[in-house]
C-alpha cells in the first residue's frame, strides 16, 4: 500500500480519534484559508489522474485550507457527485488532500476530516469544467 495514502489515513483517524487536542483541532481549524489558484490547479490534476470519469463531476465544492500543524503539510478537502464504472453517479463523496509545497502528496478518499463542522466549504467551478 502507498505510504502516502497511509499517512494520509492516520492523519484522518488521529484527528475523529481524539488523537489531537482540542487545542491543536481549534489551532487546524483556525489557521483556515481560501484555496489559491495554484492549490486549486494541483487538486484537479490530482483527480483527473486519479478518477475513473473526471468529465462528469457536478456539485463540486472545495473546503478552506488548513495547516496541519508543525509539519509543513495543508489538507484541503472536495466534494463532488461523479460517474462511477457502471456509469451511474455515486452521490456526494468527498476526498482530502495533503499538500507540500504547492504540490499533492496524497488523497483520501471519504476522509473522516472533512466532515468536520466548522470546516467551511465553497463552490469549484473549476473542477465541473473540466
Do not use: W
Amino acid at each position: 500500500m502507498d505510504f502516502r495514502l497511509i499517512s494520509a489515513a492516520l492523519f484522518s483517524a488521529a484527528i475523529v480519534s481524539g488523537c489531537v487536542t482540542a487545542e491543536q483541532r481549534t489551532q487546524i481549524y483556525s489557521s483556515a484559508i481560501a484555496p489559491s489558484a495554484g492549490i486549486k490547479t494541483a487538486v484537479i490534476n490530482q483527480i483527473r489522474e486519479s478518477y475513473f470519469d473526471p468529465y462528469s463531476i457536478r456539485d463540486a465544492q472545495i473546503s478552506d485550507v488548513v495547516t496541519l500543524l508543525d509539519t509543513g503539510y495543508q489538507a484541503v478537502c472536495t466534494r463532488f457527485n461523479a460517474k462511477n464504472r457502471m456509469g451511474a453517479y455515486t452521490g456526494l463523496q468527498s476526498a482530502s488532500f495533503r499538500i507540500k509545497n504547492g504540490a499533492v502528496v496524497s488523497y483520501l478518499a471519504q476522509a473522516p476530516g472533512c466532515h468536520e463542522p466548522s470546516l467551511r466549504y465553497r463552490p469549484f467551478p473549476e473542477l465541473e469544467s473540466l
